[in-house]
């Protein structure tokens, strides 16, 4: 090999008595970067930034349940007879839709507590998401874990002896999938960030869009890993999986998808608001009013009955049905 990326000898970090599992440190950096982003986003919005943490505060703990549970759930036969191993999270194992999941209930939990609407929470979070996995996906390479094939490509990990599957005990170095799952998703940060600043999506829509392209790179980086996992037809569960989760999030895409004229039609409802708020100081209300006001007013323009009257449309991801506005909960 004339290039090759080693792995850490060690898996954790001592100072003095106390010890420290790089697994968890990585996953709470991601968290932290997280909860930033998240801060920023909701200042955006002109709500406050200790919303983030306050979510936070019920999000994580739930995601973690709902990740290792899931974990456990797919791969429920390494724990056979071993039943309190499924405690140990710092040895690693943990499922990202199950974190997704468990995350979801405690943000909804929040949401209500707080009196703020759940289709602004997730799309919030949408590219907070991604970033926490990208940081927390490295705690795989500290415990030589989740691996891929064999290869001797310039960047292939080297795992050690003990760490390697008995039936690829001659390979040296493999394909370092932690690797490809972190860099895949730092590109879906921007990407979603991108898509957002087009106006291109109506409520939650970004959240489906963030689901739908971490879904498309779990799918070809899942089919490259060699660790054990529960199969079903020959394939692991978790490409059945995603599969399914990318096809639902892509019909929600396309659901909550605006048209040229919506998006023309909020672009100058914001300019207009923009420009009141020059001259009065518009507040972040005028702006969620605006972009309701425009979504509602080309849902009007669509059409007509017989006896005259507009078409109502109630359907997923119509703006003025939402009501994803500012609340008293800021």
Do not use: C
């Given at each position: 090999?004339?290039?090759?990326?080693?792995?850490?000898?060690?898996?954790?970090?001592?100072?003095?008595?106390?010890?420290?599992?790089?697994?968890?440190?990585?996953?709470?950096?991601?968290?932290?970067?997280?909860?930033?982003?998240?801060?920023?986003?909701?200042?955006?919005?002109?709500?406050?930034?200790?919303?983030?943490?306050?979510?936070?505060?019920?999000?994580?703990?739930?995601?973690?349940?709902?990740?290792?549970?899931?974990?456990?759930?797919?791969?429920?036969?390494?724990?056979?007879?071993?039943?309190?191993?499924?405690?140990?999270?710092?040895?690693?194992?943990?499922?990202?839709?199950?974190?997704?999941?468990?995350?979801?209930?405690?943000?909804?939990?929040?949401?209500?507590?707080?009196?703020?609407?759940?289709?602004?929470?997730?799309?919030?979070?949408?590219?907070?998401?991604?970033?926490?996995?990208?940081?927390?996906?490295?705690?795989?390479?500290?415990?030589?874990?989740?691996?891929?094939?064999?290869?001797?490509?310039?960047?292939?990990?080297?795992?050690?002896?003990?760490?390697?599957?008995?039936?690829?005990?001659?390979?040296?170095?493999?394909?370092?999938?932690?690797?490809?799952?972190?860099?895949?998703?730092?590109?879906?940060?921007?990407?979603?960030?991108?898509?957002?600043?087009?106006?291109?999506?109506?409520?939650?829509?970004?959240?489906?869009?963030?689901?739908?392209?971490?879904?498309?790179?779990?799918?070809?980086?899942?089919?490259?890993?060699?660790?054990?996992?529960?199969?079903?037809?020959?394939l692991r569960v978790n490409l059945w999986v995603f599969a399914v989760v990318l096809i639902l999030s892509l019909v929600m895409v396309a659901r909550s998808w605006r048209s040229a004229e919506e998006v023309n039609a909020l672009v100058d409802s914001d300019e207009a608001v923009e420009r009141a708020g020059g001259r009065h100081g518009a507040s972040a209300d005028d702006t969620e009013d605006a972009e309701s006001a425009a979504d509602s007013g080309n849902e009007d323009s669509r059409g007509t009955d017989d006896d005259g009257a507009a078409h109502e449309d109630k359907g997923f991801g119509d703006d003025s049905s939402s009501g994803?506005?500012?609340?008293?909960?800021?």
């Amino acid at each position: 090999m004339l290039a090759s990326i080693p792995s850490p000898s060690n898996s954790s970090l001592e100072l003095g008595p106390l010890t420290f599992r790089a697994y968890g440190l990585m996953i709470a950096l991601g968290v932290l970067a997280a909860v930033w982003l998240v801060g920023r986003r909701f200042e955006d919005r002109g709500y406050s930034a200790d919303h983030a943490t306050g979510l936070a505060m019920w999000a994580v703990p739930a995601g973690l349940v709902g990740a290792r549970l899931y974990h456990v759930a797919t791969d429920w036969q390494r724990f056979q007879g071993q039943w309190f191993d499924a405690l140990k999270i710092w040895e690693g194992g943990l499922g990202i839709l199950g974190g997704v999941i468990g995350g979801f209930v405690g943000g909804w939990f929040y949401a209500r507590k707080h009196d703020i609407e759940m289709p602004l929470i997730l799309d919030v979070v949408a590219p907070a998401l991604p970033l926490a996995q990208a940081i927390g996906r490295w705690g795989n390479w500290f415990n030589q874990e989740l691996f891929g094939r064999p290869t001797t490509v310039p960047w292939a990990l080297e795992i050690d002896a003990e760490h390697r599957p008995a039936e690829y005990a001659d390979s040296e170095t493999f394909h370092p999938t932690f690797l490809y799952e972190s860099l895949w998703n730092l590109a879906l940060v921007a990407v979603l960030l991108r898509i957002e600043r087009t106006k291109r999506l109506k409520p939650m829509g970004l959240f489906f869009a963030y689901l739908a392209g971490y879904s498309t790179g779990r799918l070809w980086i899942e089919a490259m890993r060699i660790d054990t996992a529960s199969k079903v037809l020959g394939l692991r569960v978790n490409l059945w999986v995603f599969a399914v989760v990318l096809i639902l999030s892509l019909v929600m895409v396309a659901r909550s998808w605006r048209s040229a004229e919506e998006v023309n039609a909020l672009v100058d409802s914001d300019e207009a608001v923009e420009r009141a708020g020059g001259r009065h100081g518009a507040s972040a209300d005028d702006t969620e009013d605006a972009e309701s006001a425009a979504d509602s007013g080309n849902e009007d323009s669509r059409g007509t009955d017989d006896d005259g009257a507009a078409h109502e449309d109630k359907g997923f991801g119509d703006d003025s049905s939402s009501g994803v506005r500012p609340s008293a909960g800021r």
